[in-house]
């Protein structure tokens, strides 16, 4: 009877010099869960062209981005995960970003040229201001165009499609509708810059209280439209 | 009498009030303008946002130094 119990007193030792393992197994039925999202998304973005635009952080100037980070809006719900981050395209912000560059250069050719031009002569300090002044306002010119075009987005979740708008600074909207009421999707795409920068316009008609969404001038539109299709489940209408 | 008041008539008098107005002006708009991106950034947070706020608030206090400055040497 003895040895046995010495016997039992060595495992008892050996147990405590061994490193506690703790392996956590997953049950099947959530491995096979996340396997079949896993497979959902990839069916979703099953273009290659898109493959690049995912997982990347959100820079300044981006127009199109998959499952964006760190982005959220004021009435997500729980659980709710932003699939498409959209802007309009950065070639459409080309008509105020040279207007920025020839006001800027402006007052350079005025300098040089101001032998043709009758301006009375002010005290230095009056020229001072104005030309800080001057540079001021452009920079305001160039920060509001910049927030318009930052601020309008649109955002497309598993159930719902947000369009923000910020128009003019002082018009902004929000506007929200459920996948489940969008009757119908189209898109447009005309014109020689749009062809080459791959941009057009994203028109969804819906059975809520606003009935038009309109997605102007997004990046690779015919992706955008599949996205929402196979989120949806519809037919495609291509003009 | 109104000696005094002669300086009113002055076009540099009346240069710099000019100058003086616009500033206050664009200065109450740069001040609507970033009311206006702390509420949209309220409502959608994008990651580079701070950096858009910081930008403006950086436009405002550009025009804040400048009122004050144009308001002691004109």
Request: no cysteine; aromatic share 14%.
């Amino acid at each position: 009877m003895a040895d046995i119990f010495v016997a039992k007193k060595k495992k008892i030792e050996l147990k405590d010099e061994l490193p506690p393992i703790k392996k956590e197994v997953t049950p099947l039925f959530e491995t096979e869960l996340k396997q079949e999202k896993k497979e959902e998304k990839d069916q979703r973005f099953a273009h290659e062209e898109l493959f690049h635009f995912r997982n990347k952080e959100v820079s300044l100037f981006s127009s199109f981005h998959l499952y964006p980070s760190n982005v959220f809006f004021k009435e997500q719900e729980e659980g709710e995960e932003i699939i498409l981050l959209l802007r309009k395209h950065f070639m459409t912000n080309f008509p105020w970003i040279a207007i920025a560059i020839i006001i800027t250069i402006a007052p350079v050719i005025f300098f040089i040229f101001r032998s043709y031009f009758p301006v009375p002569p002010l005290p230095d300090k009056f020229n001072v201001i104005a030309f800080l002044f001057y540079f001021t306002v452009v920079g305001a010119y160039v920060y509001m165009n910049f927030i318009s075009w930052f601020f309008n987005i649109s955002l497309v979740t598993q159930g719902r499609l947000i369009d923000v708008k910020f128009i003019d600074i002082i018009y902004h909207d929000m506007a929200i509708t459920r996948l489940s009421l969008v009757e119908d999707i189209s898109f447009t795409q005309s014109g020689f810059l749009r062809s080459l920068f791959n941009y057009g316009d994203i028109f969804v008609q819906t059975a809520g209280e606003k009935l038009n969404f309109d997605f102007l001038a997004v990046p690779e539109p015919d992706h955008v439209l599949n996205i929402i299709e196979n989120l949806m489940g519809g037919q495609k209408d291509v003009q | 009498m109104y000696s005094n008041l002669q300086f009113l008539l002055n076009p540099f008098f009346l240069l710099k009030v000019m100058i003086l107005v616009m500033i206050f002006v664009f200065l109450v708009f740069m001040l609507i303008v970033l009311n206006q991106v702390r509420s949209m950034a309220k409502r959608v947070n994008q990651p580079k946002t701070p950096l858009i706020v910081t930008i403006g608030i950086v436009i405002l206090l550009a025009a804040a130094s400048l009122f004050l400055t144009s308001l002691v040497i004109l």
